[in-house]
């Protein structure tokens, strides 16, 4: 069966204005999430992936962030042709977003049954009681004890797996049809990280949402997405179905990152495989390949031009000159 398109991002370039100079934190990025599925984009600290998912909700600080170019067609619509009054319809209702830390994006002197009613106020224009009962439900849905009682506590009160299951509760409150998780998992244990990947699943089922997850966890990756694009120094470098990029790995930067994950089989390893420095100041990008200077098979023409992302065999996509004749 054709898949059928939901966002479609195509040559993004997200651009900061400093007083040191430009910085290109996203470079030409292109992607499409289909309906009903899970895209993740992984990457390094400084790749780009969260500016890449607040450009889509035109989230982007301005000053001194700007969206310089491309285009974010969804359900038909380019967002980047939208008022700022339309954008605000859209967040919250059609597209939603799981940030990285909940703490810092909960507003901590309102209730959490309040911040959670607001959507269903805001897009549903419900009165506030049967806002508050919608919203008590919800934290029901999502797995929180005594709905009733923490609807009326505060962020502080909280446990950092209850404050994340929160925050999915208000994504999730009116179905959006595109569920952004920038970090879902971040500074939870490795149970609560089971529980709320498990909660995004059935969530996920229920309403054939698709979900942008991203993240720097191939664990995560492996575990909940159908296809994958790795970034690296604002552009991307490897994408393909999941079972395809683990199994086959073309990019070295997409081989360092498989490569660093601890593995059960070791016996007598001591040191844990890296990759060799650190993601470039993006003031200051190599000539070329950006990965050139830490990619153990960098050749001449590395370090000359840069390659483009070219399909190669099925599903993948690289940019790599390895990949091809000549290097």
Request: glycine share 8%; hydrophobic share 40%; with cysteine.
């Amino acid at each position: 069966m054709e898949q059928q398109p939901l966002l479609k991002v195509t040559n993004l370039k997200t651009h900061f204005f400093t007083d040191d100079g430009v910085v290109p934190a996203v470079d030409g990025v292109s992607f499409t999430v289909n309906v009903g599925e899970t895209l993740a984009i992984v990457g390094e600290s400084g790749s780009g992936k969260s500016v890449t998912s607040t450009s889509i909700l035109r989230l982007v600080p301005s000053p001194p962030g700007r969206i310089i170019d491309g285009s974010i067609i969804f359900e038909d619509t380019d967002l980047l042709g939208k008022t700022e009054d339309e954008m605000q319809r859209i967040r919250g209702d059609r597209i939603s977003m799981i940030f990285q830390e909940p703490m810092t994006s909960l507003n901590p002197v309102h209730r959490v049954g309040e911040q959670i009613a607001e959507a269903y106020r805001l897009h549903r224009g419900m009165d506030k009681h049967e806002a508050m009962q919608r919203a008590v439900r919800m934290l029901e849905r999502v797995g929180i004890p005594s709905p009733e009682k923490r609807a009326g506590d505060f962020p502080h009160q909280l446990s950092g797996g209850m404050r994340q299951r929160v925050m999915i509760a208000i994504a999730l409150s009116c179905r959006p049809a595109l569920l952004i998780a920038d970090e879902p998992t971040t500074a939870l244990d490795v149970t609560i990280q089971a529980q709320i990947l498990d909660l995004m699943r059935k969530l996920q089922e229920e309403s054939r949402t698709s979900i942008l997850l991203i993240t720097h966890d191939l664990g995560v990756v492996a575990e909940m997405a159908d296809r994958v694009i790795v970034m690296y120094a604002g552009k991307v470098v490897e994408e393909g179905d999941v079972a395809a990029i683990f199994k086959n790995p073309l990019h070295p930067y997409t081989r360092g990152l498989l490569g660093s994950i601890p593995r059960l089989d070791w016996r007598r390893r001591t040191i844990l495989p890296s990759i060799e420095g650190v993601v470039p100041n993006p003031l200051e990008f190599p000539t070329g390949c950006r990965f050139n200077p830490r990619c153990p098979d960098a050749g001449a023409k590395c370090r000359e031009s840069e390659p483009a992302l070219k399909e190669m065999t099925g599903s993948q996509k690289v940019a790599c000159w390895l990949m091809e004749r000549g290097c």
